[in-house]
């Protein structure tokens, strides 16, 4: 994210408004929502973790612990539970 000058960018009206509200403070403008990304579209993130948690229910299947499992990929055993889960339902 970077940061815009709004002198650059409202009009003087505009920015007249905003400054009765927030004078030389920094304010987060949202996007519209049609303009929304998901989460993990910009990055590999998505696909490392998919790759993971397959990794992991294919550890399950061989037989590992599940303690194991939660100690070798650095999850609790609750995560390691809710992946297994989810594999299972696939």
Same mark, same amino acid.
């Given at each position: 994210? @970077? %940061?815009k000058?709004?002198?650059?960018?409202?009009?003087?009206?505009?920015? #007249? =408004?905003?400054?009765?509200?927030? *004078?030389?403070? %920094?304010?987060?403008?949202?996007?519209? @929502?049609?303009?929304?990304?998901?989460?993990? +579209? #910009?990055? +590999? +993130?998505?696909?490392e973790?998919?790759?993971?948690?397959?990794?992991?229910?294919? *550890?399950?299947?061989?037989?590992?612990? =599940?303690?194991?499992?939660?100690?070798? %990929?650095?999850?609790?055993?609750?995560?390691?539970?809710?992946?297994?889960?989810? @594999?299972?339902?696939?």
């Amino acid at each position: 994210m @970077s %940061y815009k000058k709004a002198n650059e960018i409202f009009p003087a009206e505009l920015l #007249e =408004l905003v400054q009765s509200y927030v *004078d030389g403070e %920094y304010i987060y403008i949202p996007r519209k @929502s049609s303009n929304k990304k998901e989460w993990g +579209t #910009e990055t +590999t +993130t998505r696909d490392e973790l998919r790759f993971r948690n397959r990794q992991i229910y294919q *550890d399950y299947q061989c037989g590992y612990d =599940l303690k194991y499992l939660a100690q070798k %990929y650095y999850l609790s055993l609750k995560s390691i539970q809710r992946i297994i889960l989810q @594999s299972k339902k696939k």
